[in-house]
């Protein structure tokens, strides 16, 4: 049975990626004497034209399922990994045909629901001899496969064949045209001594050091061989499930529960694949396997694509012209916020909350936007001097407005609180503007 609240917030992120349908009807909703119908068409195509933003409405319209290539011996924890990932003990559905003997293609669902698509390499790394023509075979079969990451196994406990896998995975993406993702995942770290402990927040300090080795010699080993990992992440996908007699299959339930959880790693290797992956993928992983934080991973997306909208409405060099655009961009961001937690706004109130909100009330809010457009007097005697820290101004300000909106509406955090969420949400920013202009000052 399909989990209402999966179904949804599926509706709501459809709903949401059908905006550019109705992005007209929701501007005509800003009352006419706040932007003119130049500026209103303006904004329309500002929004409609940006790649950030289709490539997201695409997505929460047409998720799929995240594509994996797994390579690892036999025993690494292939499927092991899998069921961690979703936090549920997944059906292995195959077999696809996909004419190779090097490898199965393999579904994991639950409930009908398919979690995973994944091609599992077969004994890659485990012959003596580097068979090219049957690798060749792999390499396309792969490519027609169009995977989202290919995730590298290695057990932490493994002593031997780390330089062979890790050549042998080399080979294999620079036949696959060597632009995949490339994840090397460190697993059963919980057999690490002493093993006895699994419960990860007891780790003794002595199997953590022995973590960071494992991690540290596979980096060095990667770096041997030229290779370059997107991230090599350690983790223990050790459950225990609660099996009870009776029940299809091997003899356990269909759906069994956990009975004890010593997952350690695995969150952030989750939220590593939610940002590197094709949106449509990262959203369908988020819906299925952590529903109750996709509403708050896809409003951060939308905080930053609106933010840099935000700069390029406030880029304009006609004095004044730009607070009630903004005003009416923001209000946007907020319906679109406030939607997510399956609420739904009227225009004038997003905009009345944007004037009232805690740290975002009438008087900051003012004052900012006084701030924004002195700043573009200077335009009157330096051409497009004030320009840039308008930009700043209007981009930082959209970004705190939709941090407060997420605080809001997403993490019940009540009025009285946002205006520290405001504060540290400008601070984040600013911090996040500096670290930029530092790496393209050492270019």
Do not use: C
């Amino acid at each position: 049975m399909v989990n209402p609240k999966f179904e949804e917030m599926q509706k709501r992120l459809s709903h949401i990626g059908n905006l550019n349908n109705y992005i007209e009807q929701l501007a005509d909703k800003v009352p006419g004497n706040l932007i003119s119908e130049k500026q209103r068409r303006k904004l329309i195509d500002a929004i409609t034209d940006d790649e950030d933003l289709n490539a997201l409405l695409e997505g929460l319209k047409n998720p799929r399922p995240p594509r994996f290539v797994l390579v690892g011996r036999t025993g690494v924890g292939k499927s092991s990994l899998i069921n961690a990932m979703s936090g549920k003990y997944l059906a292995e559905v195959s077999d696809v045909e996909i004419g190779t003997k090097k490898a199965r293609r393999f579904t994991y669902e639950s409930d009908g629901q398919v979690y995973f698509e994944v091609i599992d390499t077969r004994g890659i790394g485990e012959s003596e001899t580097f068979d090219t023509k049957a690798e060749d075979e792999l390499a396309g079969v792969i490519r027609e496969f169009r995977p989202d990451a290919l995730l590298f196994l290695q057990k932490a406990t493994e002593r031997a064949h780390i330089d062979k896998d890790v050549l042998v995975t080399k080979q294999l993406m620079e036949k696959t045209g060597g632009d995949l993702p490339l994840v090397a995942i460190l697993t059963h770290i919980d057999e690490l001594n002493p093993s006895r402990i699994k419960e990860p927040d007891r780790y003794p300090e002595e199997k953590l050091k022995l973590i960071g080795e494992k991690t540290g010699q596979l980096e060095r080993i990667f770096s041997k061989y030229g290779l370059d990992a997107t991230a090599i992440l350690p983790v223990s996908s050790y459950i225990e499930w609660d099996r009870e007699p009776g029940g299809p299959g091997d003899g356990g339930q269909e759906n069994p529960e956990m009975a004890f959880d010593g997952r350690k790693g695995i969150e952030e290797l989750l939220d590593f694949l939610e940002e590197s992956l094709d949106v449509r993928a990262a959203i369908h992983l988020g819906l299925t396997v952590r529903l109750n934080r996709v509403a708050t991973r896809i409003a951060e997306r939308f905080i930053r694509i609106f933010s840099a909208l935000s700069a390029t409405v406030a880029l304009s060099p006609i004095i004044a012209s730009d607070i009630a655009v903004l005003l009416t961009l923001q209000s946007m961001l907020m319906m679109i916020i406030a939607y997510l937690s399956g609420r739904e706004l009227e225009f004038k109130t997003a905009r009345d909350l944007l004037v009232s909100l805690g740290g975002i009330g009438a008087t900051g809010f003012t004052l900012r936007m006084v701030a924004q457009q002195g700043s573009k007097f200077a335009n009157l005697v330096f051409p497009g001097a004030g320009s840039a820290l308008s930009a700043t101004i209007a981009s930082g300000g959209t970004y705190a407005i939709g941090k407060a909106a997420v605080a809001y509406y997403l993490r019940g955090v009540p009025e009285n609180e946002l205006q520290q969420v405001v504060k540290d949400a400008r601070k984040e920013f600013e911090e996040e503007q500096e670290s930029q202009a530092r790496i393209h000052a050492d270019k």
